[in-house]
């Protein structure tokens, strides 16, 4: 049987290179076929991680000869191997890209994503692959979900019992500082390279709580060990899941504010969360990867969206913040849905479909265009809670959806359809729920959020600036001594004016105007108003007059209705106070 293995050097970590050699023992074939990843599992982008890759070579190991290869694609190397029965492959990775998803190597640490920096073997991805890592440095350490094994020498050594698991366990390297704890029984570490505020005794119990309330709810942890990955910079938000770990990457001083550390208990809810569903609870679509092209699904609302509902809860159920705090939460995310134009454009089944294409390329159009997944998911899923929890008065809610999800699918991972899913939540609700599902994951109809609040005592509150000021539609900002047009909403009144992204501000009705007093300056106006804005489009001095339309909220609020019935106070309390 075949045997792999690879070993991972950073011999300048300065040069931020990452030399990778691939040991290929038993082999019996006349050719060795390697193929890079062009994706990684939980960031539905193709990222063509093989443009780092340099100074490729393969020999065989005695006597020591080059071996003929040719590369077939841009991910995709042919080996010649009669005859031989050890080959060895040396590469280079350019690892200079400090996020969740790729590689970085610098002189105080190193971190590989698996698919940013191995090849798989085709018709070979079953088989366990050995890695063992050269430290550059003896203070420094390894931190993996990935299991270690006693060795012989001093090479820190792990198995992957196939690729999808090395693949899946995210490895930091370095002097990084380390916090042990236990939940249930398991070892968990919280593993923090950079410096920062963090209050670690403060974090770790926060943490705690977040991993017993999500235990709690799926009936248990589906691991022996966790290790989460922090990574502490000037700027940066994410994270990405993993099956007994998680990367997550934020601002290195964003602790102390209790809106931003709430804001990273959050992130860490939702990768946590991904344990349960997309990790193990995941779409037919997602259930055996293509590394090499995009992995189609329309579950993403689903997979992504629910998490994101969920981690507005799990803080409050963990008794991090109390349910004033959750409102004013999901009063932000319903403003942020609100006031994109593109949920009258895209479905959200699209959306998720679409990932591939446009949740990760942004442009000065996204917003007309586009919706997130996350964000329209996670509030159609707040719908979905609402109207299971009115109809059996909290005795049953979203909880019972997920619960049924992973004993049907996530236990024994098999991955569902869009119609099992569908069918799931309606067995839960107890009703027929087609007619939402079209309206929602399938079309674009506007959300009636107040009918599915009033029952819990809640209404949905358009929130104007004071004074109102009329409706425009563009954003602009400063750069470079410049005022530039970032944003031009679809169908409003700078949009007919023939205003552009990119245009360059100069002056409201003949006088000079900038960004920060734009805004100032609209309040000497009102609704129907007729303005001239001046512009250079693409060096072309224009004039264009605008008619100013009716003022628009600035966000929404979530807030308690008057007077509510004793049945409206129960269900509010059985969705967000009760213990």
């Given amino acids: 049987m075949p045997k792999f293995t690879y070993q991972v050097a950073m011999p300048q970590p300065n040069s931020h290179y990452f030399e990778v050699t691939l040991t290929v023992e038993n082999w019996q074939l006349p050719q060795l076929n390697l193929k890079m990843p062009a994706w990684t599992p939980g960031s539905y982008l193709i990222r063509e991680y093989v443009r780092h890759l340099q100074d490729f070579a393969a020999y065989q ?51 590989f994503n698996g698919a940013a920096l191995f090849f798989y073997i085709p018709d070979f991805e079953k088989f366990p692959i050995t890695l063992r890592i050269i430290l550059p440095q003896a203070d ?45 029984d398991k070892l968990h570490h919280f593993v923090v390279w950079g410096k920062g505020n963090l209050n670690s005794d403060r974090l770790i119990a926060d943490l705690q709580k977040i991993i017993t309330v999500e235990a709690n709810l799926f009936g248990g942890l589906p691991y022996d060990y966790y290790c989460f990955i922090l990574h502490l910079a000037n700027q940066g938000y994410g994270g990405l ?20 550390y709430q804001n990273f208990l959050q992130l860490v809810a939702h990768e946590f969360f991904h344990l349960w569903n997309i990790k193990r609870i995941r779409p037919q679509a997602l259930e055996n990867f293509n590394y090499e092209q995009e992995n189609y699904t329309p579950s993403l609302w689903f997979s992504e969206g629910t998490t994101s509902y969920y981690d507005l809860l799990i803080p409050l159920r963990a008794g991090i913040y109390d349910s004033n705090t959750f409102l004013k939460k999901l009063g932000q995310e319903i403003t942020r849905f609100l006031l ?31 919706m997130s997944y996350y964000l329209k998911g996670q509030l159609v899923t707040l719908l979905l809670d609402l ?25 024994i991972e098999k991955g569902f359809t869009p119609t099992e899913l569908e069918t799931v939540i309606a067995e839960v609700a107890q009703q027929d729920l087609t007619a939402f599902f079209q309206r929602y994951l399938y079309h674009t109809e506007e959300i009636p959020f107040n009918i599915y609040l009033a029952p819990f005592g809640l209404q949905l509150q358009a929130i104007f600036e004071e004074p109102s000021l009329p409706y425009l539609g563009l954003k602009v900002q400063s750069e470079n001594n410049k005022e530039r047009i970032t944003f031009v909403a679809r169908h409003s009144p700078a949009e007919q004016a023939g205003l552009s992204p990119d245009d360059e501000l100069l002056a409201l009705n003949g006088l000079r105007v900038n960004a920060e007093h734009l805004f100032q300056r609209l309040k000497d106006y009102q609704a129907d108003d007729i303005i001239q804005i001046t512009v250079f489009h693409q060096d072309t001095l224009r004039t264009v007059t605008v008619q100013l339309a009716a003022p628009q909220p600035s966000r929404y609020e979530v807030v308690k209705i008057q007077n509510p019935s004793n049945d409206q106070r129960k269900k509010f309390v059985g969705w967000l106070e009760s213990p």
């Fill in 340 to 370: 994109t134009p593109g949920r009258q454009v895209q479905p959200l089944t699209e959306s998720s479909f679409d990932a591939w294409i446009k949740l990760y390329r942004r442009d000065a159009n996204s917003d007309n265009s586009q």
């Fill in 61 to 111: 190991e005695t006597p020591q000869k080059s071996l003929n290869y040719k590369k077939i694609a841009k991910n995709h190397w042919c080996i010649q191997t009669p005859s031989i029965d050890k080959i060895i492959v040396f590469y280079r990775i350019y690892a200079y890209d400090l996020s969740v998803r790729t590689n970085h190597l610098d002189y105080s640490h190193g971190y």
């Fill in 140 to 184: 420094w350490q390894v931190a993996t979900g990935l299991t270690a094994i006693p060795t012989t020498h001093s090479m820190p050594t792990f198995i992957a019992p196939d690729f999808d698991t090395l693949v899946d366990c995210p490895v930091e390297i370095g002097p990084h500082t380390r916090y042990e704890f236990q939940v249930l």
């Fill in 241 to 260: 899941e993993h099956k007994n770990s998680c990367s997550l990457i934020y601002s290195r001083f964003g602790f102390r504010e209790p809106e931003k």
């Fill in 387 to 411: 109207i299971i929890r009115d109809r059996f008065q909290n005795q049953r809610s979203f909880d019972d959806v997920l619960r049924q999800m992973w004993e049907k699918f996530g236990r």
